[in-house]
Structures are given as C-alpha cells and as structure tokens.
C-alpha cells in the first residue's frame, strides 16, 4: 500500500497555450518520496523557458483501491 505519491508536472510552451502534462508514481514512505523526486530534474538549461519539470510528494487521501483503478496518464 502506497502512502504517498510523486507528483511529476511537464509543462511545454511550445506553442501560444503550453500544455501540462501530470505524472503520478505510488511511493510507499516520503523520504523515498523525496528522494525520487531529485531525480525528475530537466538537463537542458537552454530549454527551460520552453520546458519546465516541477516536482511534488502528495500524502495519500482516499481509499487505495479508488487509486489503483485511475486510468489516468
């Protein structure tokens, strides 16, 4: 059972409306949380206006069942 969960936010400005794309992975205690979440860094410095990745741990609310069954992407 997962207590938390890394919230991983891509953004890309592309365009004129820059689209955000949320990534969500199960950790089971927040120091793995937090440890995982440095990981997420975007390399490329000459691309961050266009491209950004931000980074989050989330305690888990709710019934875990009700999480495991979320198809979202």
Same mark, same amino acid.
């Given at each position: 059972? #997962? *207590?938390? &969960?890394? &919230?991983?936010?891509?953004?890309? $400005?592309?365009?004129?409306?820059?689209?955000?794309?949320? +990534?969500?992975?199960? %950790?089971? @205690?927040?120091? !793995?949380?937090? *440890?995982?979440? %440095? @990981?997420?860094?975007?390399?490329? /410095? *000459?691309?961050?206006? &266009? +491209? #950004?990745?931000? @980074?989050?741990? *989330? %305690? &888990? +609310? $709710?019934? !875990?069942? !009700?999480? /495991?069954?979320?198809?979202?992407?």
């Amino acid at each position: 059972m #997962s *207590e938390f &969960v890394l &919230v991983i936010l891509v953004t890309m $400005g592309l365009s004129k409306v820059p689209s955000t794309y949320e +990534i969500r992975v199960p %950790k089971k @205690t927040y120091k !793995q949380c937090i *440890e995982d979440s %440095k @990981t997420y860094k975007f390399p490329f /410095e *000459e691309l961050h206006k &266009v +491209i #950004s990745v931000k @980074t989050r741990c *989330e %305690k &888990v +609310i $709710g019934k !875990q069942r !009700q999480l /495991e069954n979320d198809k979202s992407i």
